[in-house]
């Protein structure tokens, strides 16, 4: 007997374009959530979904539990990661750690120091809570660089590339408890009446370049960063870009190196070509600027960047 396959092609194909527009739908449909709420993390399953142009997870949302859909958004990443993913600094200032000359072994003992909360180069570990949770916004020191550092996590790097050296699931808990606690702590429903040391549009920049982006990969496999934590932090990481594209400090390249960083990395985030847009048109802008004021303005990031290392050097 045979079979006309012509037909059932064709029908075929009909549904996986209706399936694939469903994404697009979906997404376009819920921008009105997204610009009342203002975060991911107040959508559902399936308008967060939507967020990603990716035909294999579009073709698989619906209005129920979304487990094919997010199964095929995870193994996505799972071959994203692997395929040049954003490598962290070789410098990671806030630890005046110099990850370029450093041995392994020097590398995976000052990760080790991260486990007993020696978080950057000052030494002074953070107060933490009842439930053993790092108090995100409790300045011990009175010192805003500090608790600036504190949020900006640049040791998850650190953990992130101990992790990969050894396989010991030990770094990749520490980062995957702290994650889930910081979003659970740090997820204002109204960023402008937020911690300015958490929400300071700079902060975010650097957060997202320096240890947020690279430790998503660096921990991919770990089991301690499982289906919860990966969508949570993608939901995060889409909120901190949004939060860069809508900030008002046009003029700083750090904030534009943030926003580019997830613009590129995230290419698969339907608004990751506004944020690479904003960020380009932005430095556009900046280069046009009064050449000394350029200057000054290049020197002053350049201070703020390097003003912990300093220190620790002339110590």
Same mark, same amino acid.
């Given at each position: 007997?045979?079979?006309?396959?012509?037909?059932?092609?064709?029908?075929?194909?009909?549904?996986?374009?209706? =399936?694939?527009?469903?994404?697009?739908?979906?997404?376009?449909?819920?921008?009105?959530?997204?610009?009342? &709420?203002?975060?991911?993390?107040?959508?559902?399953?399936?308008?967060?979904?939507? %967020?990603?142009?990716?035909?294999?997870?579009?073709?698989?949302?619906?209005?129920?539990?979304?487990?094919?859909?997010?199964?095929?958004?995870?193994?996505?990443?799972?071959?994203?990661?692997?395929?040049?993913? %954003? !490598?962290?600094?070789?410098?990671?200032?806030?630890? *005046?750690?110099?990850?370029?000359?450093?041995?392994?072994?020097?590398?995976? *003992? #000052?990760?080790? %120091?991260?486990?007993?909360?020696?978080?950057?180069?000052?030494?002074? @570990?953070?107060?933490?809570?009842?439930?053993?949770?790092?108090?995100?916004?409790?300045?011990?020191?009175?010192?805003?660089?500090?608790?600036? #550092?504190?949020? #900006? !996590?640049?040791?998850? $790097?650190l953990l992130g590339l101990a992790y990969q050296? $050894?396989?010991?699931?030990?770094?990749?808990?520490?980062?995957?408890?702290?994650?889930?606690?910081?979003?659970?702590?740090?997820?204002?429903?109204? $960023?402008?009446?937020?911690?300015?040391?958490?929400?300071?549009?700079?902060?975010? *920049?650097?957060?997202?370049?320096?240890?947020?982006? @690279?430790?998503?990969?660096?921990?991919? !496999?770990? @089991? &301690?960063?499982?289906?919860?934590?990966?969508?949570?932090?993608?939901?995060?990481?889409?909120?901190?870009?949004?939060?860069?594209?809508?900030? $008002?400090?046009?003029?700083?390249?750090?904030?534009?190196?943030?926003?580019?960083?997830?613009?590129?990395?995230?290419?698969?985030? #339907?608004?990751?070509?506004?944020?690479?847009?904003?960020?380009?048109?932005?430095?556009?802008?900046?280069?046009?600027?009064?050449?000394?004021?350029?200057?000054?303005?290049?020197?002053?990031?350049?201070?703020?960047? =390097?003003?912990?290392?300093?220190?620790?050097?002339? *110590?």
């Amino acid at each position: 007997m045979t079979i006309n396959t012509g037909v059932s092609g064709s029908t075929k194909e009909v549904r996986n374009k209706a =399936h694939n527009n469903l994404g697009a739908f979906l997404f376009s449909a819920s921008s009105f959530l997204r610009k009342k &709420y203002g975060s991911a993390r107040d959508l559902n399953d399936a308008e967060f979904l939507s %967020l990603f142009d990716i035909p294999e997870v579009n073709a698989r949302i619906d209005n129920g539990f979304n487990i094919k859909a997010t199964a095929a958004l995870l193994n996505h990443f799972k071959e994203r990661v692997e395929d040049g993913w %954003l !490598h962290p600094p070789e410098q990671l200032i806030d630890l *005046a750690f110099d990850v370029r000359n450093a041995s392994d072994a020097e590398l995976i *003992a #000052r990760a080790e %120091l991260v486990l007993d909360y020696d978080l950057e180069f000052s030494g002074i @570990p953070p107060e933490i809570n009842e439930v053993g949770e790092i108090d995100w916004q409790r300045n011990i020191l009175q010192n805003r660089e500090w608790l600036f #550092r504190i949020n #900006r !996590h640049g040791w998850w $790097t650190l953990l992130g590339l101990a992790y990969q050296r $050894t396989g010991d699931e030990r770094f990749a808990k520490a980062f995957a408890l702290q994650l889930s606690a910081w979003i659970n702590n740090n997820f204002p429903l109204d $960023t402008s009446q937020a911690d300015p040391h958490v929400w300071a549009s700079e902060q975010v *920049a650097l957060r997202l370049r320096v240890s947020w982006i @690279p430790a998503f990969g660096m921990f991919y !496999h770990s @089991p &301690y960063f499982n289906t919860t934590r990966k969508l949570e932090m993608l939901r995060s990481i889409f909120d901190q870009a949004r939060f860069l594209k809508q900030s $008002t400090a046009q003029n700083d390249l750090l904030l534009n190196g943030g926003l580019v960083s997830a613009g590129v990395t995230f290419p698969e985030m #339907r608004e990751a070509g506004k944020w690479r847009k904003t960020a380009v048109q932005r430095c556009k802008e900046y280069l046009r600027g009064n050449e000394h004021q350029r200057l000054d303005n290049l020197l002053e990031a350049s201070d703020r960047l =390097h003003a912990s290392s300093l220190v620790e050097a002339t *110590a």
